[in-house]
C-alpha cells in the first residue's frame, strides 16, 4: 500500500487547484488495495473525498496576514514586468505536521500564497514528486519567464543591473532554493514544454521526470447534443459560437485576450454570422471584447463541472489565445466535450491538440492566421464534425483517470523503489 499525501494551496478557486484535485481524485479511486490518496490544502477540503485535514496551528488570520504580506512585499520590489511573483518566506511549520504523518511520498502542487515556505519544503523528509503547474518549482520568484529570451533560470540568476533591487531579490530567492532543496525531489511535467524548461534550469536539470498529462473526468466532461446545450443557455441556435474562456477573463496577459481581440477586429469583416460566448471572471474583465459588430454572451464565473460540459458542447469552437500554458486545462477539457481547439502552436497546446485532427495550432502570434483558421472550420460542417470526433477520440485516449491515474502509481513506485 502505498500513502500519498497531495499538498496544495487550493483544491479548486484556480487552474492549478482544480488539476490538484483531480489528480488526487483519480488516483484515490483507481486502485484502493494499493494506493491511498490524502489531501491537504490552505482552503477548504474536498467534498466525498477522505481528506487529511491540518490541524489548526495557527489562526485563521495567519494565513490571511501571510497571503496579503507577501502581496505587499512584491509591490515594493516593483518588478517590472506582468508576471505572478512568490517569495514564500513566512513560515508555517507544515514540514512538521507532514513529517509526523503515516505516508510514503508528498505529491506537492501549486503551494504558493506562502502555503509552505521554501526553507520548509527542503525540511520534508518524505520523497517528494512536485507536478509543475508552472515554472516557480524551478525558477525563483517568477511562476512564467517573462519572455522566450528570458533565460535567467538557466543561468542562476546572475546579476546584470547593478541597481536593479528585483535582481537582488530574484538572485537571493533562487539560492534559497538551491541550498534549501537538498531532498530527494521528482518532477510530473503535464507537458513536454514544461519538461524542457525543467530539465534546462540550473536548480531542476538533474532531477528525475516523468511526463503525465492532468486527468479529465471523461464522464462528466462528455458530448451533449449541441441545440440541447444551447437551448439550456439559451444561446442562439442560428449563429455559430466561438467560446473562450479563463479565470482571469481579459485581464491577464498571457491568456491573450489582446491578441483575440485582434482576431474578432478581422473577423467581422469577412464573417459576421457568429457569436462570442466568454466564461470566467467578471463581465468587467472582459470588457476587452466590447463591440458593435457582433453578440458576445457573458456567462460569468461557472462553479459547476457540469454546467462547463454543457457550455463546451454547445461551441462549435474552443478558442484559446494563450501565450503560455504550462498545460492548456480548458482546451482539454473542451477536447473531451468534442469541441474543437484552435490555438496558437505553444507550450502545453501542443500536447493536446493534434493539429489539423482534433483542432489548429497557428502560428504564434499570428492573428490573422488564426482569423483564417476560425473561419474555414466554421464555414465547413463536415470538418466541425471530423474534427470533434476527434477531440473526443484524443481525449479519450490521453487524459481519462485510469490512464493518469496508473501513470502516477507507476511513478511513484519507481521513486519508492529507487530509494531502497
Known amino acids: 500500500m502505498i500513502r500519498i499525501l497531495h499538498l496544495s494551496y487550493s483544491d479548486g478557486m484556480t487552474g492549478a487547484g482544480i488539476a490538484a484535485k483531480r489528480i488526487h ?6 486502485d484502493k488495495s494499493s494506493i491511498k490518496s490524502f489531501f491537504i490544502s ?14 489548526k496551528l495557527f489562526p485563521k488570520f495567519y494565513n490571511f496576514f501571510k497571503k496579503y504580506f507577501e502581496r505587499i512585499i512584491i509591490k515594493i520590489i516593483k518588478y517590472e514586468d506582468n508576471v505572478f511573483h512568490s517569495v514564500s518566506v513566512f513560515p508555517t511549520l507544515k514540514h512538521h505536521e507532514i513529517n509526523k504523518l503515516d505516508i510514503d511520498i508528498v505529491h506537492m502542487h501549486w503551494v504558493q500564497h506562502e502555503t509552505i515556505s521554501i526553507e520548509e519544503i527542503g525540511k520534508i523528509k518524505f520523497p517528494i514528486v512536485w507536478t509543475l503547474h508552472d515554472c516557480w518549482p524551478f525558477s525563483s520568484t517568477e511562476h512564467y519567464q517573462k519572455d522566450k529570451f528570458d533565460e535567467r533560470y538557466m543561468n542562476e540568476y546572475k546579476i546584470k543591473k547593478r541597481f536593479n533591487f528585483s535582481e537582488y531579490i530574484d538572485k537571493l530567492c533562487f539560492l534559497r532554493k538551491k541550498f534549501s532543496w537538498k531532498n530527494n525531489i521528482s518532477l510530473i511535467a503535464p507537458s513536454k514544454w514544461i519538461a524542457n ?9 538533474d532531477k528525475k521526470l516523468e511526463i503525465i498529462p492532468n486527468p479529465i473526468d471523461t464522464e462528466i466532461f462528455k458530448p451533449i447534443n449541441k441545440n440541447n446545450a444551447r437551448k439550456t443557455l439559451k444561446i442562439n441556435k442560428d449563429k455559430k459560437v466561438i467560446l473562450f ?5 481579459g485581464i491577464d496577459p498571457r491568456k491573450g485576450a489582446d491578441l483575440l481581440k485582434n482576431v474578432l477586429d478581422i473577423l467581422r469583416i469577412t464573417k459576421k454570422d457568429f457569436q462570442l460566448v466568454i466564461f470566467g471572471g467578471g463581465s468587467r474583465n472582459q470588457n476587452i471584447f466590447n463591440n458593435n459588430y457582433f453578440e458576445i454572451i457573458h456567462l460569468g464565473k461557472i462553479k459547476s463541472i457540469n454546467k462547463m460540459a454543457t457550455i463546451y458542447s454547445a461551441a462549435d469552437i474552443f478558442v484559446i489565445p494563450s501565450r503560455i500554458e504550462s498545460f492548456g ?4 477539457e473542451a477536447q473531451s466535450c468534442g469541441t474543437p481547439v484552435i490555438g496558437f502552436d505553444i507550450g502545453g497546446l501542443k500536447d493536446i491538440v493534434v493539429n489539423k485532427e482534433s483542432g489548429l495550432l497557428i502560428e504564434p502570434y499570428n492573428c490573422e492566421k488564426m482569423a483564417k483558421g476560425i473561419e474555414d472550420i466554421l464555414s465547413d460542417e463536415n470538418k466541425i464534425s471530423k474534427f470533434s470526433e476527434a477531440s473526443r477520440a484524443n481525449a479519450l485516449k490521453k487524459f481519462n483517470y485510469k490512464k493518469v491515474a496508473m501513470s502516477h502509481l507507476v511513478f511513484y513506485q519507481n521513486i519508492l523503489n529507487y530509494g531502497k
Not at 25 to 30: R, S
Not at 198 to 204: D, K, N, P, Q, T
Not at 329 to 332: D, E, G, L
Open 25 to 30: 481524485q483519480c488516483i484515490a479511486d483507481y
Open 42 to 55: 490552505n482552503t477548504h477540503g474536498i467534498k466525498n473525498i477522505k481528506t487529511c485535514r491540518k490541524k
Open 197 to 205: 524548461c525543467a530539465l534546462r534550469s540550473s536548480l531542476m536539470k
Open 245 to 249: 474562456g479563463s479565470i482571469d477573463g
Open 329 to 332: 486545462q480548458t482546451a482539454s
